[in-house]
């Protein structure tokens, strides 16, 4: 995890970690795959992290799961326009809305109620590089 993330979190109480909407949906298919090697070790990394049912805070921003992507280019998503559009997808079907704080395991268990489970994940991003992992795996929130 990011140093600067990790000594925010050591001095903050109650601290949201901000947190993409899509990124519910990628979590729960996450197997090990990613674009670099960086990447896949951190998104395992913040999976073990989260599960902790930490406070998370949705945003439309680059989050700490983006900080280790190669198409995270000075804080910026270099594919900004197709994530903004997964995660408005996530908040509209969802009922949730950009600054929201909850619990991590709450926010995946209305992920995996509203999206996940009536198998809406495909009209959101069907298009992504990943689809056909997704398409092929359980959900791990299935158990929530």
Not at 19 to 42: E, I, N, T, V
Not at 52 to 76: G, T
């Amino acid at each position: 995890m990011n140093r600067n993330f990790e000594s925010t979190l050591n001095r903050a109480d109650n601290y949201a970690v901000p947190l993409r909407p899509h990124h519910g949906m990628c979590l729960a298919y996450f197997k090990g795959y990613g674009y670099s090697d960086d990447f896949q070790k951190h998104m395992g990394e913040m999976l073990e992290f989260l599960v902790k049912n930490i406070p998370v805070k949705l945003s439309l921003e680059v989050d700490e799961i983006c900080s280790a992507c190669p198409n995270n280019q000075n804080h910026h998503c270099k594919d900004a326009q197709c994530v903004k559009r997964f995660d408005k997808g996530v908040l509209e079907l969802c009922g949730l809305e950009e600054g929201r704080e909850l619990l991590f395991l709450d926010f995946v268990k209305i992920v995996q109620d509203k999206v996940l489970a009536p198998g809406r994940r495909p009209q959101i991003c069907g298009n992504c590089q990943w689809n056909e992992i997704c398409s092929a795996e359980n959900s791990r929130w299935e158990a929530l």
